[in-house]
């Protein structure tokens, strides 16, 4: 059995792996199945970067354009910082790999440094990395061929991203907006979603900004936020997108100290965090940890306890 059909019961809210800063490059054909340890790069730089990347927090990720495409030996470099407000990402271009070198990546966790030009709109990375795990390619490929006829600028095949056993997984930059198990449809919604700078919820695993629990918690409000739009007192549907909930940077999350007597349950208490809407409003969200049946995690594998952050409890507080 494929791991994606092997976690269908998995809830996706969660389940984005937390990355702040980003180094996508440019590199067509073939990759291993690690971006470092197969020296995909090349040994002469690989080191380096992994160390330097490393240093900074920032992920090293491959990209490239779908489909069969001839390589003219200028690459293309988009660097990002996903953060909960003041997200950015720029572009630029190189010649030679260990131009790379140059970069001080630590840069990648401030404002943006005017390495490159601005990305306005937002690049869409979808993981098609088949030789670290099949569902990526079998699932994500067809959804990157669907949004680059729509989107021929922004869309990117990339390296492993975490949680392909959610494939097709797809995310936004500079957001960090982390998407699994969509279809040619509810990727295309997304993304004009995005566009609108609003958040598409079909699909949607979490902000990479954020620890699971914080993730756990902005989906819950923006479902509870989205629900509450979706129905006037007259009981009939707003105006605007019913799945949109509140926009990309309407809400900020923060860890919150809980204790025992606030859980339901403190023996599966996962944590909390509050939730702030930029017009005042705070909810309270206590998280649980759930535990499921042993499944693989990655095509092949042998089974492995299964256990997901799920959302226990909202509050609003006063």
């Not at 992920?59 to 690459?75: A, C, D, H, S």
């Not at 023996?267 to 940890?289: F, I, Q, S, Y």
């Amino acid at each position: 059995m494929p791991c994606s059909a092997a976690a269908l019961e998995i809830p996706l809210p969660g389940s984005a792996t937390r990355i702040t800063g980003w180094l996508c490059i440019e590199q067509p054909g073939a990759w291993g199945r690690d971006v470092i340890g197969d020296e995909v790069l090349g040994p002469e730089i690989t080191a380096d970067l992994a160390a330097r990347t490393k240093a900074a927090h920032v992920r090293p990720t491959l990209i490239r354009r779908p489909g069969r495409n001839e390589f003219t030996g200028v690459r293309t470099v988009l660097i990002a910082s996903s953060r909960p407000r003041g997200s950015w990402c720029e572009r630029f271009e190189i010649t030679d790999l260990k131009e790379l070198l140059d970069l001080d990546l630590h840069l990648l966790n401030g404002p943006a440094p005017g390495i490159g030009v601005s990305v306005p709109e937002p690049p869409i990375l979808v993981c098609a990395h088949g030789k670290r795990d099949q569902c990526c390619a079998r699932l994500g490929r067809p959804i990157a061929a669907s949004l680059i006829e729509e989107y021929p600028a922004r869309v990117w095949e990339c390296s492993h991203t975490g949680g392909h056993r959610f494939a097709p997984a797809v995310i936004q930059l500079p957001s960090g907006l982390t998407y699994g198990r969509l279809d040619a449809d509810s990727a295309r919604a997304m993304v004009a979603a995005a566009d609108r700078g609003e958040v598409s919820l079909t699909g949607f695993r979490g902000r990479s900004c954020y620890t699971p629990v914080e993730q756990v918690a902005e989906v819950a409000v923006r479902q509870l936020i989205s629900d509450e739009s979706y129905t006037s007192g007259a009981g009939q549907p707003a105006a605007g997108d019913a799945d949109a909930g509140a926009l990309i940077d309407d809400l900020v999350v923060t860890a919150t100290d809980i204790d025992s007597a606030t859980a339901r349950d403190p023996a599966t208490c996962a944590g909390a965090a509050t939730v702030t809407h930029r017009d005042g409003r705070r909810w309270l969200v206590t998280a649980r940890t759930v535990a499921y049946a042993p499944r693989q995690a990655s095509c092949g594998a042998g089974p492995k306890p299964a256990t997901a952050v799920v959302a226990d409890r909202i509050r609003l507080l006063p």
